[in-house]
């Protein structure tokens, strides 16, 4: 594991780091928002990804939502501005769910891939989550395929049918949306 997938670790240790905090899990900033508001919840518990998820983890996630929407009350936001769930192909080790709000401006959101990993399948949902543990007491990996399809899939907007040809094109469109 190399140092920067063990960042979470490193930050969940830390309490000055921690925005809101309960006896099963803490919320963060993102160091690398992709959005205007981006927050991770992280629980203390010891869980690589989402794939160790099983059933018996229903109650943990619902507890991380709680933090989610707490966040997302606290900052004053509207929680229809957001979406809150996990990549299904997370870079970073140490189980995290994002609150992310849907404006997607900012400088670290840079790459076809950054954009991809919060709108397509290659993010789940927090209802998908607990629809797919209820269901399989597991969360169904997508094939390598599906992960490749995904991350090269053509540029959308989240807001409307726009289909830029590039980066720069998506994100001043994007700044459009926020007039």
Same mark, same amino acid.
């Given at each position: 594991m190399s140092n920067w997938s063990s960042g979470l670790i490193n930050t969940l240790k830390?309490?000055?780091k921690h925005i809101i905090?309960? !006896?099963?899990?803490?919320?963060?900033?993102?160091?690398?928002?992709?959005?205007?508001?981006?927050? $991770?919840? %992280?629980? #203390?518990?010891?869980?690589?990804?989402i794939f160790q998820l099983t059933a018996e983890h229903l109650s943990l996630v619902e507890e991380l939502y709680l933090l989610a929407l707490n966040i997302i009350e606290v900052?004053?936001?509207?929680l229809n501005n957001f979406q809150i769930g996990f990549h299904n192909q997370p870079s970073m080790e140490r189980l995290h769910m994002h609150v992310i709000s849907r404006d997607f401006v900012s400088g670290c959101l840079k790459t076809k891939k950054h954009w991809n990993s919060f709108n397509t399948r290659l993010f789940l949902p927090y209802e998908e989550v607990c629809q797919q543990l209820k269901i399989n007491g597991k969360i169904k990996? %997508?094939?390598k395929v599906?992960?490749?399809?995904?991350?090269?899939?053509? #540029?959308?907007? !989240?807001?409307?049918?726009?289909?830029?040809?590039?980066?720069?094109? $998506?994100?001043?469109? $994007? !700044?459009?949306?926020?007039?």
């Open positions: 830390d309490p000055s905090a309960s !006896n099963l899990a803490v919320v963060i900033k993102d160091l690398y928002p992709k959005a205007k508001h981006h927050y $991770l919840v %992280l629980p #203390l518990a010891d869980i690589p990804t900052k004053q936001e509207d990996p %997508l094939t599906e992960l490749q399809e995904l991350t090269k899939k053509d #540029l959308q907007c !989240n807001q409307c049918s726009f289909k830029p040809k590039n980066m720069p094109l $998506l994100k001043e469109h $994007l !700044n459009s949306h926020l007039k």
